[in-house]
DNA sequence: AAAAGTCCGTTGCTTTTGCAACGGACTTTT
DNA sequence: AAAAGTCCGTTGCAAAAGCAACGGACTTTT
């Protein structure tokens, strides 16, 4: 059986009761799988029937361009989702998923939200509510990144980045990426970011150490 | 009353009958309203209660950044939807929605999809469904522009936006751009797209000729 | 404890890009 | 038809950024 408390994480079941948590299990069909660090929850040109809650660890979603690059299109922590457009299409997913950690992943359906089971209950009403929610949710989160990306400095793109992370953690706060993730979600070369980073800290904009990182302005 | 045909563009309304379409109009509450050339169709943070589809003409969804230059969020052409998130989560949108030629726009709401009327017909379902497809679909579309902003050449952004268009279109197509606008899209100088693009010219990758190009390669 | 591996800052060099400005082709206005 | 406006290619220049390579700090493995 899942650990409730694990899934008040993710905006699909928090603050349900425990009979409605059952329930939303049951409504999405939900099994959960545990992954090794490094592993493959998916691979490029395979349907991807369900999409994932991650219980634990860290997950990355991405494609690799001609040059062999790590295009970033999604990195997901715990309490998030990954691949609900694709699972909700049901088409083939031009993606890899790897385990960033050891993860746990909790595997949904979203079936019953295109095909409910008369009578629609409130609580089903509810649940795809709160799944087309997340999906809304998801276009603002790339609008976020889009933002970042459509910089044309590599010291802007820092300062929008940081500033998104700032507006909602505060001056200081820890990035889940390490510098070469970092700069593949930026779209820049890893070398010219640590260099644009020092710069930065030498100008007393930011202080930072690893992906710890605090703003001085 | 609306014309019929012209919904038929828009995967909302994509091969109803003409009853359905009907009841899809009330279903969604829609709304038809004209804009000039020009005009704004929404400022920065308003509400925006529904969302809009393009009958006619074309609109752009932007924000500004600091430096006072255009970010494109999204360039929505006759058939295409725009706001369906920020319409859907009932949030303030933060963008600008400008009318780049005279537009007719059909605005719906999203409340009959959030709180049904019980029953829920065979066609109330199918509606929803589509409506949380087109969601979908959207973040396949950022997902893309995500791929092209993401390449750190601008002869890399310029190959993957052509090849995207030829994928969908063949080796000629006509872009919905003006230089300025494709520069924006694309997060780059105006000057320096131009010159890339004449450089792959004189390198015989491709032939164009304003907003319409031929992929040689 | 040595060895191997990972992460990250640094640097030299070359290429790319942004920026500003100009001018030509074409369209719209008056 | 002149005038004003728009769009776009071009260019000179300075700044930015990619690339490759190296080395130090730290962690994990053996």
Same mark, same amino acid.
């Given at each position: ?24 299990? +049951?409504? =999405?069909?939900?099994?959960? &799988? +545990? ?16 999409f ?31 691949g609900?457009?694709y699972a909700f ?21 979203p079936?019953? *939200? &295109? ?32 933002? *970042? ?10 300062? +929008? =980045? ?12 820890? *990035?889940? =990426? ?36 605090? *703003?001085?302005?």
């Amino acid at each position: 059986m899942t650990n409730h408390a694990l899934l008040d994480s993710c905006p699909l079941y928090q603050g349900l009761s425990p009979q409605d948590k059952d329930y939303a299990l +049951t409504y =999405f069909d939900a099994r959960v &799988k +545990t992954y090794e660090k490094g592993a493959f929850l998916h691979q490029v040109s395979f349907p991807l029937p369900r999409f994932g809650l991650v219980l634990s660890g860290t997950v990355q979603v991405y494609m690799d361009d001609i040059d062999g690059h790590h295009i970033i299109m999604n990195h997901v922590e715990t309490g998030d989702l990954f691949g609900e457009s694709y699972a909700f299409l049901g088409i083939e997913a031009p993606i890899y998923i790897c385990a960033v950690t050891e993860v746990e992943i909790l595997w949904m359906s979203p079936a019953r *939200i &295109k095909i409910p089971l008369s009578p629609v209950s409130a609580l089903d009403q509810e649940l795809s509510n709160r799944f087309v929610a997340c999906l809304a949710h998801r276009t603002l989160a790339m609008n976020q990144r889009v933002q *970042i990306l459509s910089r044309n400095t590599l010291r802007m793109k820092l300062i +929008t =980045f940081l500033s998104q992370y700032a507006a909602e953690k505060g001056d200081r706060f820890t *990035i889940p =990426f390490d510098r070469a993730s970092m700069a593949a979600y930026l779209g820049a070369d890893r070398s010219a970011l640590s260099r644009e980073l020092s710069r930065m800290q030498a100008e007393g904009i930011l202080a930072f150490h690893r992906n710890h990182f605090q *703003i001085l302005k």
